[in-house]
């Protein structure tokens, strides 16, 4: 069986579930049990936001619709870094300290998304093992379905549904960094970019973009010789952010090191977290980014949406396959075919 079959099987069996446990219709199964806290009901939950099936995408709407007042109130973080960087390694050591201090954790892996197979690993909760031990904990792979920005689909509302089973702090695991993976920043309260000493771009910083939107840099693998290496880079680091202009909340980016092996650097970076919320409550930013999330959540929504009636109508699907055809045979361009379905869309 290939990683596409999986993932199929994967979508079936999360379909199968859902119908085991309850009829998909049955909004206080989901409502109760989210309620409760019940880990297995949010599970069926996150599977049923995930579902293409146009009877779960209702049910998910009036639970969405349930969910809103519920949530809100949870700690919400990003991290993000190239593979390798030590993101699960990371988020493990960070998720046991927060809990260690009474809050309850949600972790949203994402897994990149095969473009040829379609499939997905989804194994971030096994590179996790203490910490998807821990009943205080909650972790959930997801793969992007090759959705650009480094999340899920569902990540919005995975992060609501979280919030409303009673998670106080949420932390999303983007697939990587790259040209487009930024999204992530747009649905969190804090972004935090895991780098490595002696990657060869330091000065660079990957991405410039997302350098620039980070709230704090974090150097990973401080330990077992590479100390001096990774303090050369956070000066290095530190030299490069003053190069950029100012952000809107005012508040400098914090470069730190960090080892997920010693533990070391991992309470400074939790209390950066909180530092940083406090700075941005106290001069009334918080509410605003958390408003202009709502809107782009929106925006990305009306995408979707159009997105699905476009291509989930079965007689366009006979009009995009001549049109395909006649691509292929050169009988017209793939602008004038696009834009003749629009054409035909917009009738």
Known sequence: MNS??????????????????????????????LSSGDTGVLSHAISLVESNVELHRQIANDLMNWCMPRSGKSIRVGVTGVPGVGKSTYIEA???HVISLGYKVAVLT?????????G?????????????????????????????GGVARSTRESILLCEAAGFDVVIVETVGVGQSETTVYEMTDFFLLLMLAGAGDQLQGIKRGI???????????????????????????????HLFPPKDHGKATKVGLVSSVSKTGIVESWDNVLEHLDWMKKRGLFDQK????????????????????????????DELKKLESEVLEG????????????GNLLK
């Open 211 to 241: 350098m620039e939107m980070a709230d704090a840099l974090l150097i990973t693998k401080a330990d077992s010789g590479n100390e001096r290496a990774a303090t050369h880079a956070r000066a290095e680091y530190l030299s490069a952010l």
């Open 331 to 342: 009988k017209i361009s793939p602008f004038d075919a696009a834009e003749k379905l629009m």
């Open 110 to 118: 994402i897994d990149p998304s095969s473009p040829l197979s379609k």
């Open 4 to 33: 596409g079959d999986s993932k199929e099987a994967a979508k079936i069996k999360a379909i199968e579930e859902l119908q085991k446990h309850a009829s998909v219709q049955d909004l206080a199964y989901f409502t109760k049990g």
């Open 120 to 148: 997905s690993i989804l194994g971030d909760k096994t590179r996790m093992t203490n910490l998807s031990m821990d009943p205080g904990a909650f972790i959930r792979p997801s793969p992007t379905s090759n959705v650009p």
């Open 290 to 317: 958390r408003k202009a999330q709502l809107l782009t959540w929106m925006h990305e929504s009306i995408d979707n949406m159009l997105r699905h009636f476009f291509y989930g109508n079965p007689f366009r699907k």
């Open 94 to 96: 960070l998720g046991m």
